[in-house]
C-alpha cells in the first residue's frame, strides 16, 4: 500500500533555513534593469506570493488582477511568473511576443523517464519540437486525414449510442461514457484496433494510468516551486508518474512492436488507410525516433481523452440544468435531423445553436483554465513592462471568460450571445483572444480539429438520440454545478442521468 503523499504545506517548515539561503542568492541574482515589472503583490521572503494561490489558483489570480491589473507579477517560490488576464494582454503574449514567449516551463513531473525530451505538450521550443509539431499538425490533424478517418468517428459515435440504448433505464455517468468514447476513438485512430475493453485488465489499467496522470499533473509540487528540492521528491509524485507512466509506455510499445515486426504477408496500407502509427512510423529517422513515436502517442490519449470528456460533460450538465436551452436545442436538432436518422458530421454546419451552446462552454467552464505555462526565452517589453527572461507566463483564460466588460451576464449559461452582434464573429480557433480555449500561436494545440469535430458530434448525438432524466427525482435546480481545479478545470460531481429514447428504435 502506497503512502499517501505529504501536504505540500507542511513540507516547508523543515528546510527553512535553505530556503531562505537560495532565497538570498536569488535576490542578489536579480539585475536592474530601466524597466519595472508588471505591478503584483508584495512577496513574503521564500514563499513568495505561493500562500496566495489557495485550492483555486485561477479564481485567487482573478481577484489579484482587479487590484493589481491584467498583466500582473507574482514569486511564486524562486520562480518569476508573470499572469495575463485580458484579450489585449493575452494577444501580446500569444501573438505579438509569440516567437520570445513560446517556450515551456517544464515541470518536475513531465521530466519522468525523459518525458519532456519528446514531449510536444512539454518540450522546450527548439528544431525538434517545432518537428514534432509540424508532424502533428499537417500529417496527423491535417484537413486530409480528418476527412479520411470520418468513418471512425461515425462508427464509434453509433456504437457509444447504441450501447446507451442497451441499457435504457439505467443510470448512466456521462463523463465516464465518454470517456471511453474518445479513448476507443483515438485507439481506432491510432491502432486502427479499439483499446479499451472494460474486461481487459491492460486496457483497463491503460484508461486508469490516464486518470492518475492528469491527477499527477494537477497537484502542486514542491519541486516546481523550489528547484533544488527536486532530487528529493518530498511529495512521491514524480516515482508514482513513473510507475503510471512506465505501464502507458509498456502498453502503447506493444502495438509499436507488432507494427514493426517482420509479416511475410503484409500489406502495405493506402494513404487514406493509414492510420497514424503508420503516419508516424514512416516519418522515422535520427531525428524521430521510436522513443519520440511512443511519448508523442502517449499524449495523444493523455490530452485527448480529458479534455474531451471534461467539455462534453459540462455542456450536457448545462443543458441539463437549463431546460429552455436544451428545448432550443433539440428542436434545431429535430429540424435538420429529423426522426429517421441519427446524426451525422456533415449535419454540423447547419447546427448554429449547437456550436453556440459549444463556445459557451468553452467560455464558461475552460478545460484549462491557465493555459499551460510559457517561458520567455529573452527578455521583452509588453506595455512598458519588463518581462524577464526565464520568467514564467500564464494565461486566465478563466479571468477572461468571466469579464463583466466583456460578457453581459458572464456567469450564466447563455449560448445566443454567439448568434447575435459583434460575438457572432467570435470563434475559438486562436484569432479571438476573448476566447482561447485552446491557446493560440505556436502553442495552441494541435489536436484542435479532431477536438472541436468530435465535441460538437457526440453532443448533438446525445441530444438528439435520448432524452435525459436526472436520478432519483432530482430536480435541474438541485444539480450540483460547482467545479474542482486541477490541470483541468472538471465537474466536482459527476454527471449521471438516465437515457430515454427519442428515436425509433431500430435506429440504435
Known amino acids: 500500500m502506497e503512502t499517501p503523499p505529504l501536504s505540500w504545506y507542511s513540507l516547508l517548515l523543515p528546510p527553512s533555513s535553505l530556503f531562505f539561503f537560495f532565497f538570498l542568492f536569488l535576490w542578489r541574482k536579480q539585475r536592474r534593469t530601466g524597466l519595472p515589472l508588471p505591478p503584483g503583490p508584495p512577496a513574503l521572503p521564500i514563499l513568495g506570493n505561493l500562500f496566495l494561490l489557495g485550492k483555486r489558483p485561477h479564481e485567487s489570480l482573478h481577484a489579484l488582477s482587479l487590484k493589481y491589473g491584467p498583466l500582473m507579477t507574482l514569486r511564486l517560490g524562486m520562480k518569476t511568473t508573470v499572469v495575463v488576464s485580458s484579450p489585449a494582454m493575452a494577444k501580446e503574449v500569444l501573438k505579438t511576443h509569440d516567437h520570445i514567449l513560446a517556450g515551456r516551463t517544464v515541470i518536475e513531473t513531465s521530466k519522468s523517464l525523459s518525458h519532456h525530451k519528446s514531449s510536444l505538450i512539454w518540450g522546450d521550443y527548439g528544431a525538434h519540437w517545432r518537428n514534432l509539431r509540424r508532424i502533428s499538425t499537417v500529417e496527423l490533424f491535417g484537413p486530409k486525414r480528418m476527412e479520411a478517418l470520418q468513418h471512425l468517428r461515425r462508427d464509434q459515435v453509433f456504437r457509444t449510442t447504441r450501447l446507451i440504448f442497451e441499457d435504457r433505464g439505467k443510470e448512466v455517468d456521462i463523463g465516464r461514457t465518454v470517456f471511453c468514447t474518445s479513448l476507443n476513438l483515438l485507439g481506432n485512430m491510432i491502432f486502427s484496433t479499439s483499446v479499451f475493453d472494460p474486461h481487459n485488465p491492460a486496457s483497463a489499467g491503460f484508461r486508469d494510468s490516464i486518470w ?91 490530452a485527448g481523452t480529458e479534455t474531451t470528456t471534461t467539455t462534453i460533460e459540462w455542456a450536457m450538465a448545462e443543458f441539463i440544468h437549463n431546460p429552455q436551452k436544451l428545448n432550443r436545442a433539440r428542436q434545431e436538432l429535430d429540424e435538420v435531423v429529423g426522426f429517421n436518422r441519427r446524426v451525422e458530421e456533415s449535419d454540423l454546419d447547419h447546427l448554429p445553436y449547437l456550436d453556440a451552446a459549444v463556445k459557451e462552454i468553452f467560455r464558461l467552464h475552460q478545460t484549462a483554465p491557465l493555459l499551460l505555462p510559457h517561458k520567455a526565452q529573452t527578455s521583452c517589453v509588453i506595455g512598458g513592462f519588463l518581462i524577464p527572461k526565464d520568467s514564467q507566463v500564464m494565461v486566465n483564460v478563466w479571468a477572461i471568460g468571466r469579464d463583466p466588460q466583456i460578457w453581459s451576464s458572464p456567469l450564466e449559461f447563455v449560448p445566443e450571445r454567439f448568434l447575435e452582434g459583434e460575438n457572432s464573429k467570435i470563434d475559438y480557433k486562436g484569432q479571438n483572444f476573448e476566447l482561447i480555449p485552446f491557446g493560440s500561436g505556436r502553442r495552441i494545440c494541435p489536436g484542435l480539429p479532431l477536438a472541436s469535430r468530435m465535441i460538437n458530434f457526440v453532443l448533438a448525438s446525445l441530444l438528439h438520440s435520448f432524452e435525459w432524466v436526472l436520478p432519483d427525482g432530482m430536480s435541474c435546480e438541485q444539480m450540483d454545478m460547482a467545479d474542482e481545479f486541477g490541470l483541468t478545470l472538471k465537474k466536482a460531481v459527476e454527471l449521471k442521468a438516465i437515457p430515454m429514447p427519442r428515436l425509433p428504435h431500430h435506429l440504435y
Not at 513513473?242 to 493506402?270: C, H, N
Not at 516519418?283 to 508523442?296: A, H, K, N, P, Q
Open 212 to 302: 492518475e496522470m492528469m491527477k499527477l499533473g494537477g497537484t502542486p509540487n514542491l519541486s516546481d516551486f523550489f528547484p533544488f528540492l527536486r532530487f528529493l521528491d518530498l511529495q512521491g509524485l514524480c516515482r508514482q508518474t513513473v510507475k503510471q507512466l512506465k505501464g502507458m509506455y509498456d502498453f502503447v510499445d506493444l502495438f509499436i512492436q507488432k507494427r514493426l515486426a517482420p509479416a511475410s504477408e503484409s500489406v502495405e496500407p493506402t494513404d487514406s488507410k493509414m492510420d497514424f502509427l503508420d503516419v508516424l512510423l514512416d516519418f522515422r529517422s535520427e531525428d524521430f525516433t521510436v522513443v519520440d513515436i511512443r511519448v508523442l502517442i502517449t499524449e495523444f490519449f493523455i
